[in-house]
């Protein structure tokens, strides 16, 4: 079939109405056109017309059919093939996640702190399109878990590796936040935000936490920073040699000072979290505030169908004269 998108000269369209004429008016003289004049009728009574006698008006319909396509060939047919052109201004993110031990705690039942963590950040990640993402691990040293990637499958597999004890105990806020920055300091996007999820105190590293965050005001990185846990104190597991896991309830340590000086520092927003579900108001939140700019142009490149139709017109035209002059041109 011909997909037709829409006629260039739509004007020409007018002359199926000459067309429409002519089909009735050659209606009308063969339904009065005797086929063959006879004395007596009775010779020709009960006899079946033959296969020629009924093809007998298939020039005339030819005929037409030639005049209607010309008229759909004048007006210029054609077909369309749209193309899109997507433009991003994506943003560039850096995920740095605690996970010291003080992420064991189970005030986010009925799992701990860094497995909820783990699940927010999976459907973040899983609602974002566009933007390059990268995940930062910090305890008492940091590093870089995945570098900036489109490639959210192989993210969210280094995701899943997460865990306890890869690397040793403490909280360096400082050096997780350094290491963030580093990430994007070579980054061309538009906007740049790192998301740093602690639920502690600075107490090790060689790098100030406000210090760090003065370097990411210098780049242009916002802050986003994330306290989690309740307030009060946690119940933490404890394996012991002897009594196996056992719970030991320690009071919840959180510099929300400092938290609160980073983000403010660098243009952020400092959240508490208390509860899973709270936390994924958090991350939603920054979602909706850091949004990736599309911008979509469709391009439609036309093509003339012309020549089919006028080959269509010359073949009905062909056949019919060949048909007419011959045997169709009269009765035996």
Known sequence: MIGIDRFASPWFLTGGVIVLFLIWWEWRAW????????SDLGLIEGTRPSLRARLRPLPSVLRVLVLLLLVVALARPQSGTASREITSEGVDIVLALDVSGSMKAEDFQPHNRLHVAKEVIRD???NRANDRIGLVVFAAQAFTQCPLTLDYEVLLSFLDQIDFGMIEDGTAIGTGLATAVARLRDSDAKSRIIILLTDGVNNRGQIDPVTAAEVAKALNVKVYTIGAGKPGSARYPVDDPVFGKRYVTLPNELDEDVLQQIADATGGKYYRAHSEQ??????????TLEKTEVKIKEYIQYHDLFSRFALAALAAAFVGIVLGGTWLGSLP
Request: net charge neutral; hydrophobic share 50%; charged share 30%.
């Open 124 to 126: 973040f990640v899983e």
């Open 278 to 287: 709270m936390l994924e108001r958090v991350y939603q939140e920054i979602s």
């Open 31 to 38: 339904r009065h056109r005797p086929a063959a004049a006879f």
